[in-house]
């Protein structure tokens, strides 16, 4: 490849042209793809939605080689505030570089092309006269090599002791379920990936083994830093160690530029989330009971503001994306809540950071999430999640075998009304403008104990913010169901009731 030559190797996939420099903070969107040697878990290219800090600018970047002619992309994304970026419209790398190149721009999917166009030249060689090769020369041939391989020694562990302080010890990712290094955070334990058990907004879960026993490894792409950090941060508060929510491990760093991965890990559950369970299974009406009230019980607990903990004062945490999905099964199908990549927390005199209303899984949302009409005080982020537990009570009751009639195959809450996939708008018309609710069916109401959840399930999703139950309510509830049966749940799943009394917001009453 010559200096004085300029590749293009721009990939026309996305009908959308670079956009002009905008100036600070004025690119919105780009191209965004990651390669993997998977074919499966390779990205397609996609629009991605870039957001800065205040007062910062953001760019578009892309990275990739050239392998024997052949353009192989890696990685296209947003770039955060790089004075190196600054004023440059199309993206080009200008290195004297013949491996791994990259360029960033400014502008709206300026990364959507992107060239090598190096600035140096190489000095034109003026012929000398031959004559017999000296020591000098020879010497220095020999030694230049020697020399740049101890240097990248030197860099190697310059990198490793810099990330080693800056982050968590890391573990090797690898498509291979060979052996993996020792991660220190693990205690000198290997760790093996095993299988991919789900896919979601922020990458992918792996079934992993640690010794003799297994655990999931949530793995992030870099360019979700930001929802790895904050379900770090929040895993790591005072009092975050409870049985209804999910058993963090550790957190894990590995690579360095653009090759960074981020790691998650916690404890393993193989039932899975309780949407792949009612997916495979009806439920009994003991087994609601339990699953309903341990979810409720962790959901409280989160809500909580608990001071004196042995370890600290533990917050009052917003979930932002309570869905079934997010509620993992144990073997004896008590629920915990998962994934914190959303969450906020409320600490006295401290902002509660990025307040962001329109967040979370769209079918979920509720009303005045929809319409962005939130007043971004601690009790209407509780309030939203309570919305979306009375969605998660309804999945569980149209999966019951109590009430007297067929139960229906597995449907997502307005999978009906939308879709699988429904966009803003279309929930918007739904749930704020036509203020539909999921059936509840008429069957439901000859149960006693089915007629009680449909009325609780009715308080969780009310209109209003203000009418709807708090989670110790929603478990309070849960158990007056089950005595109000008469029906003795099994010994395995009797479960000894943890009031939460210190959530301020103010409850709906009971009524009963």
């Known amino acids: 490849m010559g200096p004085a030559t300029k590749l293009a190797f721009g990939v026309f996939l996305i009908s959308c042209s ?228 999910l058993h963090f491990i550790g957190a894990e760093k590995r690579g360095s530029n653009l090759d960074i991965e981020l790691w998650l890990i916690t404890a393993y559950h193989e039932r899975g989330s309780l949407t792949d369970y009612l997916k495979a299974n009806v439920v009994s009406w003991n087994e609601l009971c339990h699953i309903a009230q341990t979810m ?74 929809l319409e962005g009409a939130i007043n971004f005080q601690r009790d209407a982020f509780l309030r939203i999640d309570m919305y979306a537990v009375g969605l998660v009570l309804w999945e569980l009751a149209a999966r019951c075998t109590a009430a007297d009639g067929p139960v229906d195959e597995y449907t997502l809450p307005f999978e009906e009304e939308v879709g699988q996939h429904p966009a803003l708008e279309d929930m918007q018309d739904v749930v704020v403008h036509k203020k539909l609710r999921p059936t509840l069916r008429e069957c439901w109401q000859k149960h006693p104990g089915l007629a009680m959840l449909c009325e609780t399930i009715e308080e969780c999703w009310d209109h209003e913010a203000e009418a709807r139950l708090s989670a110790g309510c929603v478990e309070e509830r849960v158990v007056q169901m089950q005595r109000h049966t008469n029906v003795t749940a099994p010994e395995e799943i009797v479960t000894v009731v943890t009031m939460v009394t210190n959530v301020d917001y103010p409850p709906k009453e009971s009524s009963l």
């Open 296 to 369: 409720a019980r962790g959901l409280a607990y989160l809500h909580a503001d608990v001071p004196g903990l042995r370890d600290g004062h533990k917050p009052a945490i917003a979930h932002r994306d309570i869905k079934s999905k997010n509620v993992l099964l144990k073997s004896n199908l008590t629920a915990c809540i998962a994934d914190f990549g959303l969450a906020l927390k409320f600490e006295a005199g401290k902002s509660a950071g990025d307040t962001h209303g329109q967040v979370g899984t769209r079918r979920y949302m509720a009303p005045e999430a």
């Open 18 to 245: 670079s956009g002009a420099i905008l100036g600070r903070s004025e690119t919105q969107q780009c191209v965004q793809y990651n390669f993997h040697p998977n074919v499966e878990l390779r990205g397609n290219r996609t629009v991605k939605q870039c957001v800065g800090e205040k007062d910062k600018r953001v760019h578009c970047y892309a990275t990739w080689k050239n392998i024997s002619g052949t353009v192989q992309l890696l990685q296209q994304g947003c770039w955060l505030d790089d004075r190196s970026c600054y004023g440059s419209t199309e993206c080009v790398d200008r290195r004297d570089v013949k491996d791994v190149f990259f360029c960033c721009c400014e502008g709206n999917m300026c990364n959507d092309k992107f060239f090598y166009n190096p600035d140096t030249v190489k000095p034109t060689k003026i012929p000398t006269v031959s004559q017999k090769p000296s020591l000098f020369p020879t010497l220095l041939y020999s030694l230049v090599p020697i020399m740049g391989i101890a240097a990248i020694a030197l860099f190697s562990f310059w990198m490793y002791r810099h990330h080693k302080l800056a982050y968590p010890p890391a573990l090797v990712p690898t498509q291979d379920p060979g052996p993996m290094p020792p991660s220190p955070i693990l205690g000198q334990k290997p760790l093996q990936l095993l299988e991919i058990k789900a896919r979601g907004r922020f990458g992918c879960v792996w079934k992993a083994q640690l010794l003799s026993d297994y655990v999931a490894v949530k793995i992030f792409p870099i360019q979700d830093k930001e929802s790895w950090q904050n379900e770090y941060e929040i895993y790591n508060l005072p009092g975050m160690r409870h049985e209804n929510l």
